[in-house]
């Protein structure tokens, strides 16, 4: 398959401009109603911080915070590093448009195909329907404006979970399903930041709401994904005053997990 | 009380030294075996950061990313003030020693007594035995080098959580107690991010290993803390060839949620 570059691949591809910084852009077909996904964003400013740490290629914890909301079009990415060890390297970079800042990122870098030490594993993976008995997102009768952003995947929610579109909200909080790339791109460290981005919000199985903007995600890649689908649990238990937590853990197509997440948001 | 400064107030105070940048110090007495306690150095941080925004006076998504080991010394402190919202602001900080940075932070500010919007909890406060009943941390048998830290809180283990002081390790990655300055001092916004890196590591119940170094901690304050006792419950899932993350939830004297923790760690 040489010489196919896949969306994900273009949409966050940035160009070099000298000291640090990089000429980006908000690629439109990553939104939900005009405003650009999060994960999509942190995925441009890694692609530009990933590169000055060449010998610590995986992001094992990637932290944004979002302090204003970007628009699709120009920016600039300015990136540094902090410092790069034998084991680590530490590198942050902001999402800029107009000069103003709209993502910052701090990622600690390691390689996880050299991690050695004990494993204990406390919890084992959920057992969800297959994808063929789960609910496709974005399906015809959802909003016109949801489409752009879920036909980039392939991403079906279990049934228990799709109760929200399908029926109404099951009052527990929690989004499941499987998702990849609609266009065949397999999974790596990189985009498990975006597919911890990428379900519904889990509060929309217990109330209506519009917008759940994100203020701040962390993710921990854990291990590099198998090839094929990945599974997602997206859970919330602390929904105080219109701020939530929502809490998010990614399978690959072997069972293990290869990604935690959480995140801080608010809604509208 | 006026006039009182406590231990935490004092020892991580910091002096404006123009252009957001501070003189601060890591002082003694906050170490395990030489190495500065990590919520103790974001603490100090933070001291600084958050006077750069004081229309919003609460930390509430705590970022920081570990490059260096700090020591007992001289330091100073780099801040920038990303962005200042109606709402929110965004800040980030790093603190140096000898030119090299040690700790960075990022921080999403607010004010959590104008916060509004739907609640909805999901799960209560788990039952633990009273603080009476409970196990000191740092007791005579523990070993000298916690003592210095140790001696700075009144910090109690569960019983069935104490096992791996004294008996043997529990064979469950969790650690759960009470905890509360020794001087006196009420708990506060700032000092949850301590306390949520104050308790022994979950996994000394998996298995005996030496120091647990973090890599990242993130904490996100929902509630300001009523005064009192707070509350901890730390857990592991996924330790994965040497690399783990520890999720932590603290409760106030009142049985609120007032903060969630997770930090990615490695043992040694």
Redesign the interface.
């Known amino acids: 398959m040489a010489g196919v570059t896949f969306d994900f691949d273009a949409d966050t591809s940035v160009e070099p401009a000298g000291d640090g910084r990089w000429v980006a852009a908000v690629r439109p077909g990553w939104s939900i109603a005009g405003a650009p996904n999060g994960g999509y964003l942190v995925s441009t400013i890694l692609s530009a911080m990933g590169t000055a740490v060449p010998d610590h290629p995986d992001p094992?914890?990637v932290?944004a915070?979002f302090?204003?909301r970007a628009d699709p079009g120009p920016a600039e990415v300015d990136t540094a590093v902090?410092?790069t060890?034998r084991r680590?390297?530490?590198v942050?970079g902001?999402l800029s448009q107009d000069g103003?800042?709209r993502v910052?990122v701090?990622?600690?870098y390691g390689d996880l195909s050299r991690?050695?030490?004990?494993?204990?594993?406390?919890?084992s993976r959920p057992a969800f329907p297959a994808p063929e008995e789960c609910v496709p997102a974005g399906g015809p009768e959802a909003p016109g404006f949801v489409q752009d952003f879920v036909s980039r995947f392939d991403l079906r929610l279990t049934p228990d979970t799709a109760r929200w579109a399908t029926a109404r909200p099951s009052g527990?909080?929690e989004m499941c399903g499987w998702i990849r790339f609609a266009d065949g791109r397999e999974p790596d460290p990189r985009c498990l930041v975006l597919f911890a981005d990428a379900f519904p919000p889990s509060t929309f199985n217990?109330?209506e709401s519009s917008w759940v903007p994100t203020?701040?995600l962390?993710v921990?890649v854990?291990?590099r994904p198998a090839p094929g689908w990945v599974q997602g649990r997206f859970r919330?238990?602390?929904?105080?005053?219109?701020?939530l937590?929502e809490d998010g853990e990614l399978w690959d197509a072997n069972g293990d997990?290869v990604a935690?997440s959480?995140q801080?948001a608010?809604?509208r």
């Open positions: 094992l914890a932290t915070h302090p204003g902090v410092r060890g680590h390297a530490t942050t902001t103003a800042p910052t701090a990622c600690t991690t050695e030490g004990p494993s204990h594993i406390a919890e527990v909080a217990l109330m203020l701040e962390t921990h854990r291990r919330t238990r602390y929904l105080i005053n219109g701020y937590e997990l935690l959480r801080l608010r809604i």
